[in-house]
Nanobody, 117 residues
Framework: QVQLVESGGGLVQPGGSLRLSCAAS????????GEWYRQAPGKQREFVATITTGGSTNYAGSVKGRFTISRDNAKNTVYLQMNSLKFEDTAVYYC???????????WGQGTQVTVSS
């Protein structure tokens, strides 16, 4: 059974930092591209960052330079380091693992990030 367990969300002040984790089990983790998405209240889910099996990364323009995605294949975990957080980063953040061209995807349960003073 495939499981993705996210953690690390919470309440943080503007300018603060959080690190999200997504721990996977039940899959051959190093075959999957790791991605983070987020969904703010009343908005559609949007792409945040991706890391390929080879370690190449890509970011949404709104987070580039502030967020860093990484992976530890030994721990079957994808991370999202979020620095210089802004009010508009408030959302539920979802981990997504993608096999190949997207024929197989697994989503995490989501973790709430709230940026508030």
């Amino acid at each position: 059974q495939v499981q993705l367990v996210e953690s690390g969300g919470g309440l943080v002040q503007p300018g603060g930092s959080l690190r999200l984790s997504c721990a996977a089990s039940g899959i051959i983790f190093n075959l999957y591209t790791g991605e983070w998405y987020r969904q703010a209240p009343g908005k559609q889910r949007e792409f945040v960052a991706t890391i390929t099996t080879g370690g190449s990364t890509n970011y949404a323009g709104s987070v580039k330079g502030r967020f860093t995605i990484s992976r530890d294949n030994a721990k079957n975990t994808v991370y999202l380091q979020m620095n210089s957080l802004k009010f508009e980063d408030t959302a539920v953040y979802y981990c997504n693992l993608v096999l190949g061209d997207g024929a197989l995807r697994y989503w995490g349960q989501g973790t709430q990030v709230t940026v508030s003073s």
